[in-house]
């Protein structure tokens, strides 16, 4: 049985359909779909339900998804088990959308000079579906928001930074921001998210109605939505910020908002300790 064809199935299964699990491994819909039946033909049972767009576990593929992970987790392993440096093993990070450009090309460009038989894979995401990868040894770290509760003992946390809070607008705004906030349509930063939670508390508590234009968990894509006039935000500053939106008006709120603290997660059971100690030391150097 083919590790590769297994972990395509897994791929399937956690992103709800074929084309999106290729995008995933940089393969086609066909050559995903291929090795799914060939799998289906070997263990001599359908595996997923499949429909126009998209493509569930059976029952019979749900009752082997545990072992097929463990397989893949085992797999993965045994490079790094020949390696006594334990620099040959497949690190596999999560990142949310701000720290793709904040921190990953620092950790890639580093790991892959300094353990050249490693590999990296980087999964995007928000921090809640993150943190439920880590809990599942899928991730052996991500880099998040700093979670709202205390992580289990096997979830380590490491501060990375504190962000402070910033006015997204098109143009230059005048005035109170209470009255910036009321008079301009809010671009909301997701409230059910780590992130996002303690800020529309502190937007609360200036006792305000804005007209919200809508709600999502991505500073950067908030940002493209402000470039486009489409009302002003909230969000925090992220490195790359003013780098990246050079046509927008981004002023620094003052200090009595709440700060968003970004953290790198990382599980104690890692297939990788070496790579994800590296990747702890660049971080934080």
Same mark, same amino acid.
């Given at each position: 049985?083919?590790?590769?064809?297994?972990?395509?199935?897994?791929?399937?299964?956690?992103?709800?359909?074929?084309?999106?699990?290729?995008?995933? &491994? +940089? @393969?086609?819909?066909?050559?995903?779909?291929?090795?799914?039946?060939? !799998?289906?033909?070997? /263990?001599?049972?359908?595996? *997923?339900?499949?429909?126009?767009?998209?493509?569930?576990?059976?029952?019979?593929?749900?009752?082997?998804?545990?072992?097929?992970?463990?397989?893949?987790?085992?797999?993965?392993?045994?490079?790094?088990?020949?390696?006594?440096?334990?620099?040959?093993?497949?690190?596999?990070?999560?990142?949310?959308?701000?720290?793709?450009?904040?921190?990953?090309?620092?950790?890639?460009?580093?790991?892959?000079?300094?353990?050249?038989?490693?590999?990296?894979?980087?999964?995007?995401?928000?921090?809640?579906?993150?943190?439920?990868?880590?809990?599942?040894?899928?991730?052996?770290?991500?880099?998040?928001?700093?979670?709202?509760?205390?992580?289990?003992?096997?979830?380590?946390?490491?501060?990375?930074?504190? &962000? +402070? @809070?910033?006015?997204?607008?098109?143009?230059?705004?005048?005035?109170? !921001?209470?009255?910036? /906030?009321?008079?301009?349509? *809010?671009?909301?930063?997701?409230?059910?998210?780590?992130?996002?939670?303690?800020?529309?508390?502190?937007?609360?508590?200036?006792?305000?109605?804005?007209?919200?234009?809508?709600?999502?968990?991505?500073?950067?894509?908030?940002?493209?939505?402000?470039?486009?006039?489409?009302?002003?935000?909230?969000?925090?500053?992220?490195?790359?910020?003013?780098?990246?939106?050079?046509?927008?008006?981004?002023?620094?709120?003052?200090?009595?908002?709440?700060?968003?603290?970004?953290?790198?997660?990382?599980?104690?059971?890692?297939?990788?300790?070496?790579?994800?100690?590296?990747?702890?030391?660049?971080?934080?150097?």
């Amino acid at each position: 049985m083919d590790i590769r064809f297994l972990k395509s199935l897994v791929a399937v299964v956690e992103t709800g359909s074929i084309a999106s699990a290729g995008r995933l &491994q +940089n @393969l086609t819909a066909t050559a995903v779909s291929q090795r799914i039946r060939s !799998l289906e033909n070997e /263990l001599d049972s359908a595996l *997923l339900s499949r429909s126009a767009h998209s493509a569930r576990p059976t029952e019979a593929c749900l009752n082997i998804l545990p072992r097929m992970k463990k397989l893949i987790r085992e797999s993965d392993a045994l490079k790094s088990d020949i390696d006594t440096t334990g620099l040959s093993a497949n690190l596999r990070l999560g990142s949310i959308d701000t720290a793709l450009t904040d921190f990953i090309p620092t950790i890639v460009k580093e790991l892959t000079t300094v353990a050249p038989s490693s590999t990296i894979s980087i999964t995007p995401g928000s921090s809640s579906a993150l943190y439920e990868q880590l809990l599942l040894q899928n991730l052996d770290g991500a880099i998040t928001v700093m979670p709202i509760f205390t992580p289990p003992k096997e979830i380590k946390v490491t501060s990375l930074v504190k &962000q +402070n @809070l910033v006015l997204l607008s098109k143009k230059p705004q005048k005035g109170l !921001l209470k009255t910036v /906030l009321e008079k301009h349509p *809010l671009i909301v930063y997701d409230r059910d998210s780590w992130g996002g939670n303690s800020i529309q508390q502190w937007i609360n508590s200036l006792n305000i109605s804005p007209q919200i234009l809508c709600e999502l968990d991505s500073p950067e894509t908030i940002a493209l939505l402000v470039e486009k006039s489409l009302g002003v935000a909230v969000v925090p500053e992220w490195e790359g910020l003013r780098n990246r939106h050079t046509s927008l008006s981004i002023t620094t709120i003052d200090k009595n908002a709440p700060l968003r603290e970004i953290v790198f997660l990382s599980h104690q059971k890692s297939n990788a300790p070496k790579l994800l100690e590296l990747a702890i030391n660049l971080l934080c150097s």
